[in-house]
């Protein structure tokens, strides 16, 4: 995997920590000497489009919204878009180049701190997204704004309360979701496959805590003493890593908890089986009839192959 494929897996930013589990340093020097990631600041590292997207913007005079205002502001999200999303001013004519170089391109009311900066306010970009995006990818922004300290969740379900017009519902839901503890986009994203199943109730990085066992899971639903657990293809990372884990959840084991463990390619890939394996655990638990298998399992995709 390149490291610009490393960073994208990791919401569009990384510390050399982060990536150093990955890459050499020398490969990292390359991709930053070759373009195909840059280092914004000292030992912090991100996709191109941070630097290609307010050149794009800067050359037309637009100003940075959504998805590409959300990674200036430094935030994860869950996929960085190729081609910019781009605001002018109300009234404003949009010439057919920009038109063609942007993912978007909209008229709006922009305040002057906006034009100034060349990117929309932090609490105005999470409302933008949560009304054009889609739900996964939306909450993915906001649990990224609150984590940052940018946006509070309180600032957040104050605009819900008031939001009108289209997609006011859609704005409504991500704001009362967002959740700052949410530790990056493949946890928001796995959270929000997760919220429109009936009978879970599933909370970010929560501890457990039993004699000779303290952890911290991604996701518990503690009536049910179900932990969810997403596993970026970098877990574990070493052999002792691998092995403490293991001990891990075989002590949540003994105590009675059950783990489920999603992979970031079925996550991202197979939403529709991620749900499945969710419901069928709840059908299993109730003592229901079982849902059928999607038509995207990738269990079903290998068998075939």
Known sequence: MSVVETLERLGGFA???????????????????????????????????????????????AVLSHLSAALEHGWKIKLAPTRPWLLVTAGRPIPTSLR??????????????????????????????????????????????VRSGMVSQAELQAAGLTARGPGASR???????????AANPFESVVRAITMDIPG????PQQTIAEPGLYAIVDL???????????????????????????????EMGAYGYRVLRFVWIDVMQHPEWVRWVLLTWLATEDGRP????????????DRAS
């Open 220 to 250: 518990l639903d503690r009536a049910r003493r179900l932990v969810i657990e997403a596993d970026g293809y970098e877990h574990h990372g070493t052999r002792a890593g691998f092995v403490r884990d293991a001990r891990r959840y075989t």
């Open 171 to 181: 704005v409504r839901r991500v704001c009362a979701a967002a959740d700052g503890r």
């Open 200 to 203: 879970l109730d599933l909370a």
């Open 290 to 301: 079982l849902p059928a298998i999607p038509d995207d399992s990738p269990y079903l995709r």
């Open 100 to 145: 063609a170089s942007a993912a978007h391109v909209g008229r709006a009311h922009l305040t002057e701190a906006e034009r100034a900066a060349g990117v929309t306010a932090p609490l105005r970009t999470v409302i933008d997204c949560a009304r054009a995006l889609p739900f996964d990818e939306a909450l993915a922004v906001a649990d990224s704004a």
């Open 15 to 61: 510390d050399a920590r982060e990536l150093r589990k990955h890459h050499s340093r020398k490969a990292i020097r390359h991709a930053v000497g070759n373009g195909t990631i840059v280092r914004p600041a000292r030992g912090r590292y991100a996709v191109p489009q941070v630097r290609t997207h307010p050149a794009i913007a800067h050359a037309h005079q």
